[in-house]
């Protein structure tokens, strides 16, 4: 029977191996650990009129096997008023935005919001810090 010590242990090797793979170094290239293009950004009508404005939902998820912290989207056209503001706010005067308060965004746990707005505001990925557990 393994003990709780042992079971974090090959979790942990578990986390590691995926990141190693992910990274291609089994396929003999290392193109780090997350690319761009796995941090996907959606924006949908809800179908919903809220104050007579329709309603946006904006999903921001992460392709990556390691997490993801501190992703940064431009949202030049700023965001409006009633956004949920641990789940994206504005951190510089240029038009920088924290997603999640900084947190990790997990691969299969999204974070999601809504607003409602005259039009969808754009939100393009800027930056993020790839996760990985090591060993």
């Not at 700023?78 to 956004?83: A, D, E, H, M, T």
Request: include cysteine; charge should be negative.
């Amino acid at each position: 029977m393994a003990t709780k010590a042992t079971t974090v242990l090959l979790l942990a090797a578990a986390a590691a191996l995926l990141c190693h793979i992910h990274r291609g170094v089994v396929a003999g290239e290392d193109h780090g650990p997350c690319d761009p293009s796995d941090i996907h950004i959606t924006t949908e009508k809800t179908g919903r009129l809220v104050g007579g404005l329709p309603e946006y939902r904006v999903t921001i998820d992460n392709e990556c096997a390691c997490s993801e912290g501190d992703v940064v989207v431009s949202c030049l056209d700023g965001l409006p008023s009633g956004v949920d503001r641990s789940k994206i706010h504005v951190v510089t005067k240029d038009g920088l935005c924290l997603v999640n308060d900084g947190l990790e965004i997990v691969k299969g746990s999204p974070v999601v919001f809504t607003y409602a707005a005259n039009a969808a505001i754009g939100l393009i990925f800027n930056n993020a810090t790839p996760r990985c557990r090591s060993i």
